[in-house]
């Protein structure tokens, strides 16, 4: 296997989502490769040998500045046939599924999507795709090469070890038709502490809360924690909290040490995206509700008392 790792950034650092799946990359055998695409990248690029990279291409211009994919689907596409790379990998975000799914039509290639594993089984690649409502994983594979992947976010982790790779530029050339679309400009959420991604510690909270007004119960208790606040589809929906914070099926998928499901009933939408999390601590006055069969702890009470009882406890235990 020769695979290559598209390496997306932000903020001057690699996301962890795809330094997660370049570590998984890594402990399938063959050659590694990751490519960084953008203005100012090349700094980062030996950092990615950390991570299992044995060489990292960069392709580093100013007519890459802005994140947009059809300018990085004429680079991936120039460097995948020159190189010939027979896998191509990529972590889940909304400029990885643009690139992807353009260098699939470009090449001619095979994608799949939404995968949560990927492993060699009798000398072919196998990936691991949830169906069903995450109910069962089916065993999907590529009829020909390059073979390209799609990881749901927050299903693999970054491993740093205490390799190091080469690094080399690429030459880039753009098609006239990839210049024709420019950003005018580009909207940041605004937020304060870790993305939910990232976060070690979540704390959600859902319909349970009663209002968009106690949301604030989950930020005090996540400040307090050190980590990032989140929410379900439904409080979403109504307009309690920004999208960017969704986790579920429709939303993000997160993986943190410690969730903590704040007024959350559990519903199969929701589960399917915060199920790997390390412990899960549910909070719910409905002692029947679903979240209570899968969370590694419940507690049973009204969340309005509870919740502000913890965060003092957690403040003072760090004091």
């Known amino acids: 296997m020769k695979a290559l790792v598209f390496l997306e950034h932000h903020e001057n650092a690699f996301v962890k989502n795809a330094l997660g799946v370049l570590s998984k990359a890594a402990t399938l055998g063959g050659d590694v490769h990751g490519i960084a695409t953008g203005s100012g990248v090349r700094e980062l690029a030996a950092g990615a040998g950390k991570f299992g990279a044995s060489k990292v291409l960069v392709a580093d211009e100013e007519s890459l500045a802005a994140p947009l994919p059809q300018p990085r689907v004429d680079v991936l596409a120039k460097v995948i046939r020159e190189g010939g790379y027979d896998t191509v990998l990529f972590g889940q975000s909304v400029l990885a599924a643009d690139v992807a799914s353009g260098l699939a039509a470009r090449l001619d290639a095979g994608l799949n999507w ?9 000398g072919r690649l196998v990936g691991k795709r949830p169906a069903l409502q995450d109910s069962v994983y089916a065993d999907v594979g590529w009829k020909a090469e390059p073979r390209i992947a799609l990881f749901r976010s927050g299903v693999f982790d970054p491993a740093a070890t205490d390799g190091e790779a080469e690094v080399e530029d690429v030459t880039v050339e753009l098609e006239d038709f990839s210049a024709l679309a420019t950003m005018v400009e580009q909207a940041h959420a605004e937020s304060e ?17 009663g209002g968009p007004e106690n949301f604030r119960l989950c930020e005090e208790l996540a400040e307090a924690l050190g980590g990032a606040v989140a929410a379900t589809r439904a409080v979403v929906d109504a307009g309690w909290y920004p999208y960017a914070a969704q986790v579920g099926q429709t939303g993000r998928s997160v993986s943190p040490k410690l969730y903590v499901a704040v007024g959350i009933s559990g519903a199969i939408q929701h589960k399917v995206g915060m199920q790997s999390s390390q412990t899960i601590v549910a909070i719910n006055k409905d002692g029947n509700a679903p979240i209570f069969e899968f ?25």
Not at 114 to 122: F, R
């Open 295 to 319: 969370a590694d702890l419940g507690v049973v009470g009204d969340l309005h008392e509870i919740v502000p009882k913890l965060t003092q406890l957690v403040k003072e235990r760090k004091s």
């Open 114 to 122: 939404d995968l949560v594993d990927i492993a060699q089984e009798d």
């Open 193 to 209: 502490g870790p993305s939910i991604e990232d976060a070690d510690v979540i704390v959600a909270g859902g319909r349970g809360l």
